[in-house]
């Protein structure tokens, strides 16, 4: 079925995996960015306010390139209490007019502090052009999820640009994943047969199953838009969790009745994590041999942690892209949270 070119057209109606295969301009793109009227010496902390696909890019910069100072992601109505003037408060909503993140800023903007936008338009980009915010403007895509790089190129800009970043060779690494994303991406293109083709084989693997994908702490960003794109592409359900935490607790849940357990487990296991982390899979798969699936043993390729969480995040599309295929579906649309979203008026 996934050598069916003619039938991964009719049910990937919108081209996401065209969209996947050419992520890597948005690494590429170049924001115009205003300058800014504070420094890194103004600021204490960075807030980053944004829900689902929205907060991928921050997600990503957590593990790369990091910030010099204390940064958090803030996914609700509210934001944390120390925020205040010595604070950088990204706003981020791909559309522009995520009800949580409004809310946020209006409490960010009570509290004085630094405000920066990031949105492809809507409400926050009018919020932004009458209070003369700094902005970046989101080109557009079809789906926030498929603008995670845009986002994460937007933010890594902005924190560049403050002086807060933990790098000083960030263009540089960019450079560097973006070559690896390119090779990557033509390796798991719809035209590679699926003898050939890893995102294919891995897709096999997983339909009529549910999913539990595992990483370490510089891989989560990367398992979590795995689970993102699990759920909205291929409408088919799954969930994420990182080492070390896995072992202080849900390690347990895995050692009960049934043994055929109706799952899933996807490792990505990166060579970069702590010495520790690594030693932790292998002894965990060990230790629950029989107990659950053996999972499906992912190593992201490449020679630094940007490199290799882009390419496991490209991975996970294609994956998914090609689950939604085999479940009969469009990935695309996400209707039932649009409905959602009116539902609650």
Same mark, same amino acid.
């Given at each position: ?69 204390? %940064? ?18 990204f706003a981020s909503s791909y ?124 891989? %989560? ?8 794109? %699990? ?49 932790? %899979? ?37 994956v998914s892209l090609y689950l ?22």
């Open positions: 079925m996934l050598d069916d070119l003619k039938l991964i057209h009719e049910r990937d109606a919108q081209d996401a995996l065209g969209l996947a295969e050419k992520q890597w301009q948005q690494l590429e793109y170049k924001f115009d960015l205003p300058d800014l009227d504070f420094g890194a010496s103004d600021i204490d902390n960075v807030v980053f306010a944004g829900m689902g696909g929205s907060a991928l890019g921050a997600l990503l910069a957590q593990t790369w390139p990091g910030c010099q100072i204390s %940064f958090e992601i803030s996914r609700g109505y509210d934001i944390p209490r120390y925020v205040g003037p010595k604070s950088l408060f559309s522009g007019n995520t009800e949580e993140t409004l809310e946020a800023l209006t409490k960010a903007e009570s509290k004085g502090a630094h405000i920066i936008v990031i949105a492809s338009g809507g409400k926050l980009a009018e919020i932004a052009a009458q209070k003369g915010y700094p902005i970046s403007i989101l080109p557009q895509a079809a789906q926030p999820r498929y603008a995670t790089l845009y986002s994460f190129k937007a933010l890594v800009s902005w924190l560049e640009k403050a002086g807060l970043l933990d790098t000083s060779e960030a263009d540089k690494q960019i450079a560097g994943a973006i070559e690896s994303i390119k090779k990557a991406t033509a390796e798991w293109r719809p035209d590679v047969a699926t003898q050939d083709n890893y995102a294919k084989q891995i897709a096999l693997d997983v339909v009529g199953k549910s999913v539990v994908v595992y990483g370490g702490p510089l891989m %989560f960003p990367a398992a979590y838009k795995w689970k993102i794109s %699990f759920n909205e592409n291929a409408k088919n359900i799954a969930w994420c969790n990182q080492l070390p935490e896995f072992n202080h607790n849900e390690i347990l849940g895995w050692i009960c009745q049934p043994l055929d357990k109706p799952y899933v487990v996807i490792d990505l296991r990166s060579n970069l994590e702590h010495p520790r982390v690594v030693k932790r %899979f292998e002894v965990t798969e060990r230790m629950l041999s029989g107990k659950r699936p053996a999972p499906i043993v992912i190593n992201p390729i490449g020679e630094t942690v940007l490199e290799q969480l882009i390419w496991a995040v490209a991975l996970g599309d294609f939604a295929i085999l479940n009969g579906l469009n990935p695309t649309p996400v209707d039932l949270i649009e409905k959602f979203k009116k539902e609650l008026g």
